[in-house]
């Protein structure tokens, strides 16, 4: 796999003594491709003249550049913002806040977990090591907020708050994803989301990957408590 080397590009019109005047811009070093990553957009981008040199280039770089080391990466980084976000909310959702519940999870829902889980559907196909790291955040915000002993489990913590794991959350959203994408009128982005994903024990992970992935384990046991508790309902 090619290593990156990380350039800081001052944007167009923007004092240069500012940090947010800046943009990471990765390069991909034998490839000459350079990753953009903006608020709301990342871009991959090449210069060259032939269509045909052009094309093999970005598909390598997605592939190798993205799929391994810019997963995890980005990960890492969006579990540091989502613990800041939390520590600055802590005294809204501790144990010793007056609010209830139902507002906990709403401003867990609303201010935090989005934070993990933008674009899902385009890392939920990473390693479930890394995906780990992020369950754990909402693991500790279902204890702070319940106040719960060290030997409640985490699965009966979801269950109360009618929270599902974030596994289940993302596989739910890169669902929802590809059926709108399949089913879209331009043709084009039909046919990028109509591709087969790679066999199970291939080398290679693609986003489609996740769709039939198992439950994880803290999943399944969320999964059994609701099923108990629906059938303790009817």
Known sequence: MERCRY???????????????????????????????F????????????????????QRATNNGFNFGGLRDHI???RKL??????????????????????KRTLYTMCIRPVMTYACPVFVHAAPTALQDLQVIQNKFCRRATGAQW??????LHRD??????????????????????NHTNPLISAAASYEAPPENHFLRRPRNALS?????LTAEV???????????E
């Open 76 to 78: 890492q980084r969006v």
């Open 82 to 103: 989502a613990i800041f976000y939390m520590s600055r909310l802590s005294g809204m959702i501790g144990r010793k806040s007056k609010m209830s519940l139902l507002n």
């Open 223 to 233: 999964e059994e408590l609701n099923k108990a508790l629906e059938n303790l309902m």
């Open 161 to 182: 708050l009618e929270l599902p794991t974030l596994s289940k959350y993302m596989k739910d959203a890169s669902e929802r994803f590809f059926s709108i994408a399949i």
């Open 7 to 37: 350039h800081r590009h001052s944007k167009t019109g923007k004092p240069r003594d500012l940090p947010a005047s800046y943009r990471p811009i990765s390069l991909l070093s034998s490839l000459g491709v350079q990753l953009a990553l």
């Open 39 to 58: 608020a709301d957009d990342t871009t991959l981008f090449l210069r060259s003249d032939s269509l045909n040199h052009i094309i093999p280039r970005l």
């Open 151 to 156: 030997y409640v489990k985490n699965s009966v």
């Open 213 to 217: 992935d198992p439950p994880d384990d």
